[in-house]
């Protein structure tokens, strides 16, 4: 059973709860009809039984070169622990509660989980070998699943949140993919086929770009004037301070400590960033619902 648990990862369903962002920064969060909230739980499990989907498939596509990678050769599939036949049918098992969720959600919220599991199947089955449309891809997830959000709640999930979210996740899988080059320089090993089309000095100098481009456009959202309007406050511009100390954490996880493999790990253990995560939460917090 534990070979199980790991291999749909539910220490990533973390990923989903990014869906809230949308009733969060509309200051709805506390007050949530039933309705609103039902979907909204809804719509976490449809995409928590989706990720872990995706992750069966990718594993089971994957599983010759990671039986080659230091890390995921440990992976119940590429150790041997599960067999392909009963990964088969973990796969359909969940790809039917996913479509349990179907009937229990609002169609347009439907349609953003179907996009989701979309782009990701486009991903195991080709966009992953290609540099920079693999990163695009992961990102374009995590926009779906904030949309999906919204559509539940019946929230607007403004241009801002997109954007951010976007580059974002697009600057956090472009660090990840440094941890596999670094891996394969000690190896002499191709873990990835996406990995011919970078380097390391590439992917520091992308990083930089799209990290400081989501910094400037966090700064350029604090104080723009529609959303000093729309929530009220002149002080979110605030936040920014996190957010610039939570980047350069990031980076310096990356480049300095090489820790970047696994960005839920990072979240979940590194104490200064998740000091950091909390601060930003609070201060928005203080300055939405107080």
């Avoid at 400081?212 to 929530?231: C, G, M």
Wanted: glycine share 6%; with cysteine; proline share 2%.
């Amino acid at each position: 059973m534990k070979q199980y648990i790991k291999l749909i990862r539910p220490n990533n369903w973390i990923k989903n709860f990014i869906i809230i962002l949308p009733v969060f920064f509309a200051g709805r969060l506390l007050s949530l009809g039933d309705d609103a909230f039902w979907n909204l739980g809804f719509t976490f499990i449809a995409f928590c039984l989706s990720s872990s989907m995706i992750y069966v498939i990718n594993d089971m596509k994957d599983v010759e070169k990671d039986r080659l990678h230091p890390q995921k050769s440990k992976r119940p599939i590429a150790s041997g622990a599960i067999s392909k036949s009963s990964a088969y049918l973990i796969i359909t098992i969940l790809a039917l509660l996913v479509l349990l969720t179907f009937f229990l959600l609002p169609v347009k919220v439907v349609y953003y989980v179907l996009a989701y599991i979309v782009i990701n199947l486009f991903y195991c089955f080709g966009m992953k070998n290609f540099a920079i449309l693999d990163v695009t891809s992961i990102s374009l997830g995590f926009v779906f699943r904030v949309l999906g959000g919204g559509e539940a709640t019946n929230t607007l999930t403004t241009h801002w949140i997109i954007i951010l979210v976007f580059l974002l996740m697009f600057s956090v899988a472009l660090a990840k993919r440094r941890d596999d080059l670094v891996l394969s320089h000690g190896s002499n090993e191709i873990y990835r086929q996406s990995q011919l089309g970078y380097s390391i000095q590439f992917i520091d100098i992308a990083k930089t770009i799209s990290f400081t481009v989501t910094l400037v456009a966090y700064i350029i959202y604090s104080v723009s004037n529609d959303v000093i309007e729309r929530i009220g406050s002149n002080y979110v511009y605030i936040t920014s301070l996190p957010v610039f100390l939570g980047i350069m954490r990031y980076i310096q996880l990356t480049v300095v400590y090489k820790k970047s493999g696994s960005p839920v790990d990072l979240v979940l253990k590194d104490k200064f960033l998740i000091t950091i995560i909390l601060l930003w939460i609070f201060i928005f917090g203080i300055i939405i619902y107080v």
